[in-house]
């Protein structure tokens, strides 16, 4: 069996305080804290873009956990805001960057917020069919390329963000359950108009604390898991206000359902991943519950033990 | 406060836990009780979920008092 050995990432230095457009928004300091629970939006810098972003999460994982680029034979990238025009796919210029060997696959995947679940098992399930041993899967969808710097629905939120999470036979964490979901019929809520990005805020709220619960609670019966008996529920970071909303609907203990978006904002596909680094070590965790949602309209959740 | 209108404080006060509604704050503005525009999207959330009344984006900047509200879901139930 494949699983998830490492996780790394990079979040850019540059940022946007929250705090210094409390007037631009009329925004108090008590909203931005509870509410937002974002203090700053990391920002790549000009010289950066999407695989800029992903090669730098790749040199911190060889930090942690050396990898030869060479041995890597599959290479993922979830993304929706490509290098340039998306030709060639990103996984194929940071394939280039690393320096990964000619036998190595390379895809980019285009999901936003339950980017990373789907990302996982369609990573995992393509490693385990073609006997492949060695995988990263890339995580990094900058908005600021599409942000609005002037629409406080948005503004406020996205941060620039990139993960890489190494998958290989020996990684301890394996996939036990995955649900997936998509009402496209929605989709316009959150959206790219002519490289704008446009969220209707309410609709976006409105499908994640109704379909997010559900699909948990679907998850932990068709593995017969009680919710408590999970570790940790690791929530898509879109805002502080929708993870508690979630902890609260699912009657979960707020312990149990960790927020980490002050310092970078809501980072689509990276937010999950930039969670889940800081337990991947914990000897203490050893079941999570996973859930993404948002672009899509789409959601999906998953069950990592170890 | 009549009836729907003590419904709406309860939902409120149930969504916002740092909100709370007295008998006298019927015409008086959701933002100067502490509701907050994140806190909005919960609370018609869950009027649609418990009164099954789902408000238009377009309509609901109008209504912030809890009269408006409870006078609007009547006016639909």
Known sequence: MIGLHAIASYVPEGSISNYDRREQFGLTDEFIAAKLGVSKVSRMGAQEDTAA?????????????????????CLVVCTQNPDGHGIPHTSAVVHGEIGASERCAAFDVS?????????????????????LRQGLLFTADPYSKIVDPDDKNTALLFGDAATV??????GPWLAREFLFGTRGKE???????????????????????????????????????????????????????IVDTLARRLALPAAKVPCNLAEQGNTVS???????????????????????FGVGLSWASCLLER | MNATEKTVAEIIEDVCSQVRVSEGDGDTPLKDLGVDSLDVAGIFLAFQEKLGVRVPDDEIDALNTVRL?????DARR
């Open chain 1, 53 to 73: 972003l992903c090669v730098e999460a790749f040199r911190r994982l060889q930090r942690k956990r050396p990898v030869p680029a060479g041995e890597v034979d």
């Open chain 1, 111 to 131: 999901l936003g917020c339950s980017g990373y679940v789907y990302g996982l098992s369609i990573a995992l399930a393509f490693m385990q069919a073609n006997g």
């Open chain 1, 165 to 170: 999470t190494l998958l290989r036979p020996d």
């Open chain 1, 187 to 241: 989709g316009a809520a959150l959206n790219n108009r002519a490289g704008r990005l446009e969220m209707n805020g309410r609709a976006v709220f409105n499908f994640s604390a109704t379909a997010v619960p559900g699909q948990v609670a679907q998850l932990l019966a068709r593995a017969g898991v009680a919710a408590g008996d999970v570790d940790l529920f690791l929530f898509h970071q879109g805002s502080r206000y």
């Open chain 1, 270 to 292: 990276s937010s999950i991943p930039l969670l889940f680094e800081r337990y991947i070590d914990d000897p203490a965790v050893r079941r999570v519950l996973m859930s993404g």
């Open chain 2, 69 to 73: 509200i409870a006078a609007y879901l």
